[in-house]
């Protein structure tokens, strides 16, 4: 028995580390106060939880057709309509064991072995090792903050050669909350397609934006990928529901690629994810917002307060990638000397690639505004004290 080549390329999560000595700490009862991970504290809406439970109990857990409910993907459609004004047919949605699933599907049915894949460095970095699973080529260009740490038109050309066949694009991006501007993101989109490429346009913080500007790719094209989620905006982590858009020539490929790979998504979940629609829900998730971009507020002007670098303010998602190179040239080390020391959990810039990695570290702001500025409190004194 041996482990496949293709593991030598397969990166591991360094957080998982971090999380594992911040769950042993706790063990031994330290506080320790949660910035590392990326899922919001509050628990599911009472809604979905409850259609959930309700189809559980009826006792008849089963298979759904692979692409998924056609009820849910029919709300998906409508949803598509309402937030963004753009007809999505509820054939070209298929539902999927969260974002992971949705982007394991987008690339088996649409790249070839040694086909480039660009991506940005820093970026959410389990993308790139869905590439390399499907024997893709990963080809990082790396960001700054004039770019507002995204792709733009101008380095995508810089970047695509020959062999470049697509790319792929997070808008709030993990591990930086930014956007893509609509104009750039337009001339983004119509470059890739003058070149024939495609794009996977991973749109999982969609909802948890703050600020004006926001776009869905499907709003400029119908020929690309996007990739969603019930997991950040709908509070569904470990649900492991999310889904997939795909242009009308794959509906048939995907459909056939789903039915082999995961036969189909976990049906309670999307029994539950029907309810995420209700307008009840999409009340509650708006307070949540609301929440989100109060302790954003908080957490940046505290971090700019106590000496960190934020270039770009970010306008989505829960994390701010904070630049701390006047205390440390080595992120790993200070984060883990946070967490030994004052019990603080974040998440190294080396998780998000090798671009400027050792300068950054990254806080979610997804436990409460109380353990956050607590959380800034035992911050100060250590920088005080170091
Ligand atoms: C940018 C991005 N894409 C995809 C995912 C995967 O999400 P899930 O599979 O839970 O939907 C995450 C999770 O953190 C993410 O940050």
Request: glycine share 6%.
């Amino acid at each position: 028995m041996q482990i496949a080549k293709r593991m030598e390329v397969i990166t591991p999560f360094y957080v998982m580390e971090l999380l594992r000595r911040a769950k042993q700490l706790e063990a031994e009862g330290r506080d320790i106060i949660h910035m590392e991970i990326g899922e919001p504290a509050l628990p599911t809406p009472e809604l979905i939880t409850q259609a959930g439970i309700e189809y559980i109990s009826q006792g008849q857990v089963k298979y759904t057709p692979a692409a998924g409910l056609l009820e849910l993907r029919q709300k998906i459609s409508d949803f598509y309509w309402q937030r963004y004004q753009v007809k999505v047919s509820a054939e070209r949605i298929f539902i999927t064991p969260g974002a992971s699933g949705a982007f394991s599907l987008a690339l088996g049915v649409s790249i070839n072995e040694n086909d480039e894949v660009l991506l940005s460095d820093p970026c959410y970095p389990c993308n790139q090792n869905f590439i390399r699973l499907f024997s893709g080529a990963v080809k990082k260009i790396p960001v700054y903050a004039e770019t507002a740490y995204q792709i733009s038109a101008e380095l995508l050309e810089q970047y695509w050669s020959d062999n470049t066949c697509a790319a792929v694009v997070a808008s709030p991006s993990n591990p930086t909350g930014t956007i893509i501007d609509r104009t750039e993101f337009q001339r983004l989109i119509e470059l890739i397609e003058a070149k024939q490429g495609t794009l996977f346009s991973d749109e999982i913080y969609h909802g948890l934006v703050y600020e004006e500007g926001v776009a869905s790719a499907l709003e400029f094209s119908d020929q690309v990928f996007v990739i969603n989620s019930f997991s950040k905006f709908f509070g569904m982590t470990g649900w492991r529901a999310g889904w997939l858009v795909v242009p009308e020539q794959f509906i048939e490929a995907t459909e056939k690629l789903a039915q082999n790979i995961f036969i189909s998504t976990a049906s309670h979940s999307q029994y539950a994810a029907l309810a995420a629609f209700e307008e009840q829900t999409l009340q509650e998730l708006e307070i949540r917002r609301q929440g989100f971009a109060e302790k954003r507020d908080f957490l940046y002007a505290e971090l700019i307060r106590l000496g960190f670098k934020i270039p770009v303010k970010p306008a989505g998602a829960f994390y701010i990638y904070a630049d701390c190179s006047v205390f440390t040239d080595n992120s790993q080390q200070f984060a883990e000397q946070l967490l030994e020391e004052i019990g603080v959990a974040v998440t190294p810039g080396k998780d998000f690639g090798e671009n400027e990695s050792g300068k950054y570290i990254r806080f979610a702001y997804t436990s409460t505004k109380e353990r956050i500025a607590e959380a800034m409190q035992r911050l100060e004194l250590f920088l005080i004290n170091q």
